[in-house]
């Protein structure tokens, strides 16, 4: 049994007639259900079919009248309408079939690639059962095209690679059409897919070109898809800014000026970062997500822009390259001055701490002299437990925070000290370790003192010391009744005069070593 009289006797029909009459009601019976369900690009995609079984209705009639003048014709005539009666038939029947799995939601919207390869599958089906009523023995077709394909098979390789790479993509699915991808090194090559077929993928750049894309390069290359898992997408641009300005301050005025620009989502935040160390100055890199990836020069663009009107709003420069080449046109006598005012905002510094504040003004400005402003960045440790150093600290601006750590390993704030506070003061003055650490909160502007600069102090004027270990065992008195959980190693009865005593000959040993 030949592969028609097979399907004729699969669907209980007992004669060809009788076939026919079964495909021609099939078919329109097809195209009239998907004239009545398929979307408006579905059934543009139907006109093939009711072509095809148009012209098979007039192919039918033609063999009609052809039938007593010339048989072979018009057996001809039959088995080329019986071909594309099939072709109609299987076109409307997938269209049809495919809409009605998706719209109940059985299965995802179908890639076009596959509905290529099934309508392909059903054409050479139709051939094949065209070919049988014919009379054509399919075993010797079969042996024949099995040979055939081997040849064709070796010189599509590529074409063949194509479809199977294609089919790959789509079943993985690193990308879909709408989604902006890079398929090598080159920006340029950045674009949106537009068409995923069998040989090759089409990608449409900014610059309104259309790159043609082959499935088995695709396959190869590593995909950046901007588009996916997320929505959003995050963008970098560079900005440089002067090495006099303290970098947190430079990125509380970016990450401000970018809260309006629009593209620039909030969710996530801007960040911004200093990247780099160069001639310029610091080089900052500021990072933002947007959504609209096919605008992204634009957002770009206004980025740069909101970042120099916000940089000259606080009188800070963008930095070109520099070779340093020096040229002081001041006078010595207003660098002079320049240096005293320094040393001012120094001595006034120092006068609001309690222990200083009974020095003499000549001790105060020689320390004013010796100390130097620092700069802490946020969350940066200034002072840890443990340590054996001896300075002075003086919060100017900012905030810190005093950290100790217990027994059990926890570290426990105890206190957070603002403007005009101060720390580190008993290592300074008996070069103890440290008893707690302390750390920045925000970024802090902080007078340093130095050991140095009070041995400069005591060997003008060596009365002070008692002075000093007079102020300290006070602080210290008052420290331990607050806190209750410092250890100074003082016995329970021991008096503020005791203390002092104490400190005095520890304050005079350290100094005399």
């Not at 609209?292 to 822009?305: C, H, K, L, P, W």
Request: net charge negative; proline share 4%; aromatic share 8%.
């Amino acid at each position: 049994m030949n592969p028609f009289d097979y399907i004729l006797h699969l669907f209980g029909l007992t004669d060809q007639a009788a076939a026919y009459t079964t495909g021609v009601v099939t078919g329109l019976a097809l195209l009239i259900l998907g004239r009545l369900v398929l979307p408006l690009a579905g059934r543009r995609r139907l006109r093939f079919a009711l072509f095809t079984f148009v012209l098979h209705l007039g192919l039918m009639a033609a063999r009609a009248l052809l039938v007593d003048t010339d048989t072979r014709f018009a057996q001809g005539l039959g088995l080329f309408g019986l071909f594309l009666l099939l072709i109609s038939i299987g076109r409307s029947g997938v269209l049809v079939t495919a809409h009605l799995l998706v719209s109940r939601r059985i299965i995802g919207p179908l890639p076009k690639i596959f509905t290529d390869i099934v309508q392909g599958g059903i054409f050479a089906g139709a051939l094949f059962v065209t070919l049988s009523a014919a009379g054509v023995a399919m075993d010797s077709l079969l042996t024949t095209s099995a040979l055939l394909t081997a040849v064709v098979g070796l010189s599509l390789q590529d074409t063949l690679g194509n479809l199977f790479a294609g089919l790959a993509i789509q079943v993985q699915e690193p990308f879909e059409v709408g989604d902006w991808i890079q398929f090598d090194d080159d920006q340029d090559n950045i674009g949106m897919v537009i068409e995923i077929n069998w040989r090759a993928a089409r990608v449409l750049t900014l610059d309104q070109i259309e790159v043609i894309v082959p499935n088995n390069q695709l396959a190869k290359a590593p995909i950046r898809n901007f588009t996916k898992p997320m929505v959003h997408s995050r963008r970098k641009v560079f900005a440089y800014a002067p090495y006099s300005v303290p970098p947190r301050r430079i990125e509380r005025y970016i990450v401000r000026s970018l809260q309006d620009v629009t593209g620039v989502i909030n969710d996530p935040a801007p960040s911004v970062i200093p990247y780099d160390f160069d001639e310029r100055g610091v080089k900052y890199q500021v990072r933002y997500f947007i959504r609209d990836f096919q605008n992204r020069e634009n957002i770009d663009a206004s980025v740069r822009e909101r970042i120099w009107y916000a940089l000259s709003r606080e009188g800070i420069e963008i930095p070109v390259p520099q070779r340093f080449i020096e040229l002081h046109e001041g006078t010595r006598e207003e660098e002079e001055a320049e240096e005293e005012r320094h040393i001012d905002e120094r001595e006034a510094h120092l006068r609001v701490v309690p222990f200083l504040d009974g020095l003499p003004a000549d001790a105060v400005r020689a320390l004013a002299e010796k100390s130097e402003i620092r700069l802490y960045d946020d969350r940066e440790a200034i002072i840890r437990q443990g340590d054996h150093d001896t300075e002075l600290f003086i919060v100017v601006r900012g905030l810190v925070a005093v950290l100790v750590d217990r027994p059990s390993g926890e570290s426990v704030e105890v206190a957070q000290l603002g403007p005009g506070k101060f720390f580190g003061e008993m290592s300074l003055m008996t070069g103890a370790r440290r008893t707690a650490t302390v750390r920045a909160v925000a970024e802090c502007e902080l007078v340093v003192v130095d050991k140095d600069a009070f041995h400069h102090v005591f060997d003008v004027q060596p009365e002070l010391m008692q002075r000093m270990s007079i102020e300290l065992a006070a602080r210290e008195k008052q420290l331990d009744e607050v806190e209750k959980k410092r250890d100074r190693k003082i016995t329970k009865g021991s008096s503020t005069r005791e203390r002092s005593a104490e400190l005095l000959h520890r304050i005079r040993d350290f100094f005399s070593a």
